[in-house]
């Protein structure tokens, strides 16, 4: 492993000193002000959860956040020089009494019902410094991951925030690399600047990998992970496209990931009592076809190992799940299969350019299912499945050019040992829940 992470810097150092032989982003730097930018996202974000499993209480959350982004431009010269603030500002809508799913800060102190009080209003966010040279950017300070071993959550109120050195080489065409160190983590309802979904804080991730794009249709990805004390995760994804005859396109994509839990890591789903050999194996392939406003997917998903794809618990990212079956369920359950099928229609033919709709069902089977008590014992195969909904309209033009509403509406089952309702079986699941989600966005670019 570390072999790997010497070789990633090592492409790293020689792709950036290749900087004669193809255009170079840094050259062409107009400067710090010049390209500058920045925008303001003003998110209404309503999350109800009726809980089915007789087990958990029932959550719901609203509140009010703008989220704020001011990125400089590069000063000229070989080496270019910026800098920028993230951040968000944020207010609950109502009381808020039963508030939960990652959507809005609470104080530590339970109330007499054994439910926290929600903060009335907070603030969040850092900044960060950049350099440029040639095509090769790093970036150290507050920031939002994209990479799927270590993914920031955005599918709540606020993002997750991560705070370290993290850099990105596009000196050979085509070849994305990239590589970082992260020693922060902020969740999307945390106040604390180094507090991951534990409660703890994070001491080191390093993140490395690239995606390659061969050509217009083949696509490549390979990105690795190590959390100090935590975990070793890896990720690989191959995607292909083909258009056909009759104005549609074929999708074909195949994914996977590989995890191996440290002694001290978290995680509710394994099957095992030695903790230092706990490990995951979750892939999928999927199958998309695309003609004009109908988009239709088939997918089949699998994970091996003795645990579930647990992950968020150990500052991996709460969003690291980039996977086709995952709606409200993730379907990553120990020893799970499951298949999906996914339906998107697009308004545009009636005069409504911008109007989403899309429907899924995903079953899963053979979930491994032990008692807390003897973990190697494997008692049950459990069940779930889940029907989804969403509704998203964007504006197209005008002075609202990009706002969007969107409503998302999930009906998830499970069986009654992987809901875990007597409270003594091993499970990492939502639970039986009927959830609806509402969010409002509005962006306003501010220069």
Same mark, same amino acid.
């Given at each position: ?21 193809? !255009? ?11 390209? !500058? ?145 992260? =020693? ?7 106040? +604390?600047?180094?507090? %991951? ?31 100090? %004390? ?5 990720? $690989? ?36 009592? %030695?903790? $230092?050999?706990?490990?995951? +194996?979750?892939? !999928? ?6 003609? %004009? ?19 968020? *618990? ?55 299912? $032990? ?21 998203? *309209?964007?504006?197209? =033009? ?50």
């Amino acid at each position: 492993m570390q072999n790997t992470k010497k070789l990633t810097l090592a492409v790293l150092v020689q792709t950036a000193l290749i900087s004669t032989a193809f !255009a170079s982003e840094q050259s062409e730097s107009k400067g710090f002000v010049e390209d !500058a930018n920045g925008s303001v996202l003003f998110r209404t974000g309503f999350l109800h959860r009726d809980k089915k499993d007789g087990l958990t209480n029932d959550t719901s959350s609203a509140a009010q956040t703008a989220i704020v982004n001011l990125d400089s431009g590069f000063t000229k010269g070989v080496i270019g020089f910026g800098a920028g603030i993230i951040g968000d500002a944020s207010f609950k809508l109502g009381k808020n009494g039963h508030t939960g799913n990652q959507m809005i800060p609470t104080h530590s102190q339970d109330n007499a019902d054994g439910t926290k009080d929600a903060y009335d209003h907070w603030a969040r966010g850092g900044a960060y410094v950049k350099a440029r040279v040639s095509n090769t950017t790093a970036k150290y300070g507050t920031q939002v991951s994209e990479i799927p071993v270590i993914a920031s959550n955005t599918a709540r109120l606020t993002p997750e925030y991560y705070t370290g050195l993290y850099i990105e080489s596009n000196e050979i065409p085509n070849l994305n690399v990239v590589a970082g160190k992260f =020693t922060k983590n902020q969740m999307s309802n945390q106040i +604390s600047t180094d507090k %991951d979904v534990t409660g703890q804080g994070l001491d080191r991730a390093v993140v490395w990998g690239a995606k390659y794009k061969f050509n217009d249709q083949l696509n490549s990805s390979y990105y690795g992970l190590d959390v100090q %004390d935590k975990l070793e995760r890896h990720y $690989a994804n191959v995607n292909f496209t083909q258009s056909l005859k009759d104005k549609s396109t074929l999708t074909l994509d195949a994914m996977g990931y590989h995890t191996k839990w440290d002694k001290d890591a978290l995680t509710d789903s394994h099957t095992t009592d %030695d903790l $230092a050999n706990r490990k995951n +194996s979750i892939w !999928a392939v999927s199958v998309g076809y695309g003609k %004009d406003v109908h988009n239709v997917m088939l997918s089949y998903q699998d994970n091996t190992g003795n645990t579930g794809y647990d992950y968020g *618990y150990n500052a991996d990212g709460l969003q690291s799940i980039y996977v086709p079956n995952s709606y409200l369920g993730d379907f990553n359950g120990n020893d799970e299969k499951s298949v999906g099928l996914q339906y998107n229609y697009n308004f545009k033919n009636h005069g409504l350019p911008g109007l989403n709709w899309t429907t899924a069902f995903v079953y899963g089977w053979d979930i491994d299912i $032990a008692k807390i008590t003897d973990r190697s014992k494997i008692i049950d195969q459990a069940e779930e499945h889940e029907f989804f909904n969403q509704v998203k *309209y964007t504006v197209q =033009t005008g002075a609202l050019k990009d706002a969007s509403l969107r409503v998302r509406y999930s009906y998830l089952r499970s069986s009654d040992t992987y809901n875990n309702v007597s409270g003594q079986y091993v499970s990492n699941v939502i639970g039986s829940t009927n959830e609806w989600r509402l969010f409002l966005d509005i962006p306003v670019k501010l220069f």
